[in-house]
């Protein structure tokens, strides 16, 4: 291996996300058209004598750096996709990406470092990789390629789509998110009681590639977060109406976001100055991996 292999890891956002029924093995049936960002963790792996971990960057603080945090637990899935002893390695992360925020940020440094153990490890088929970032989570099979693609089942089946037309993304960051945020919110979908069928993802994913605005996009996740999330609704009322566009939820939250017109970037990321969140402008980005 040499010194030490280095790659981005995007952030993403979920054009649509419709949560169907409760599966038997406690997981969703999900259907979503996912798509990669520009804003991107900085991640960097290299051998070590143990394993261990180092977080910097500019959202640094909450980012665990023992067994939990994802990047590590998917050096141990791939050794087990390939029959092999986890070997020690050193992980940095530069957090650009806000953590537990709806945009993957967990997920794409785990996907990454299995694209970076696959440059070490010449065993790492495809395949081996797939389930690899499948033991890990639900995102980690979609960030493997990024772009932009069609996920469902609960996100292992992946079906890559023509790359959507370059748009520019602005992202608004609340300052507190939950505690056990995903689960939360997928127990007030299930009070809830409505189950959504992936019609609206589908017709979105034979439509691409096209210009988009937030007022195409759905997300379930929309019916209940802005009672389980503080704050959120009156951010989101004061997005909508200082900028005049639809703002719609990232993922299961808290963050925010609105996509269109690069051109518009500049005026929407003004609009939003003064309130209580994080403004990050960025844009659509194609896929890093695909061969």
């Known amino acids: 291996m040499p010194e030490e292999l280095s790659a981005l890891a995007p952030a993403k956002i979920n054009l ?48 665990p750096v023992d067994g939990t945090n994802l990047a590590r637990r998917a050096v141990d899935a791939l050794a087990g996709a390939l029959g092999r002893e986890p070997e020690p390695f050193h992980i940095r992360i530069v957090k650009h990406i806000p953590p537990a925020g709806g945009l993957g940020g967990g997920a794409s440094d785990a996907a990454t470092v299995l694209r970076l153990l696959a440059r070490h490890w010449p065993d790492a088929r495809e395949e081996a990789l797939a389930a690899a970032a499948a033991a890990v989570g639900s995102d980690e099979p979609f960030l493997l390629a990024g772009g932009t693609a069609l996920v469902e089942g609960r996100g292992e089946r992946v079906t890559p789509l023509p790359d959507l037309p370059q748009h520019g993304v602005v992202l608004f960051i609340p300052p507190d998110t939950l505690p056990n945020k995903t689960a939360t919110l997928f127990a007030a979908l299930d009070r809830d009681g409505q189950v959504d069928e992936p019609a609206v993802s589908r017709s979105l994913a034979g439509r691409l590639p096209v210009q988009v605005t937030g007022a195409d996009l759905y997300n379930s996740f929309e ?10 609704a009156e951010l989101w009322e004061r997005l909508e109406a200082r900028t005049g566009e639809a703002i719609r939820l990232a993922g299961a939250g808290p963050t925010l976001f609105w996509i269109g017109p690069g051109e518009a970037v500049e005026r929407v990321t003004t609009a939003a100055e003064g309130l209580e969140c994080a403004v990050i402008p960025t844009m659509t980005a194609g896929s890093l991996w695909r061969r």
């Open 223 to 232: 019916r209940v977060a802005f009672d389980c999330f503080p704050g959120l």
């Open 16 to 63: 649509t996300l419709e949560v169907g029924a409760s599966r038997s093995d406690g997981y969703h049936e999900l259907a979503s058209v996912l798509q990669t960002l520009a804003l991107a963790d900085e991640v960097t792996l290299r051998p070590a004598s143990t394993p261990s971990m180092e977080v910097a960057g500019p959202f640094a603080a909450g980012t």
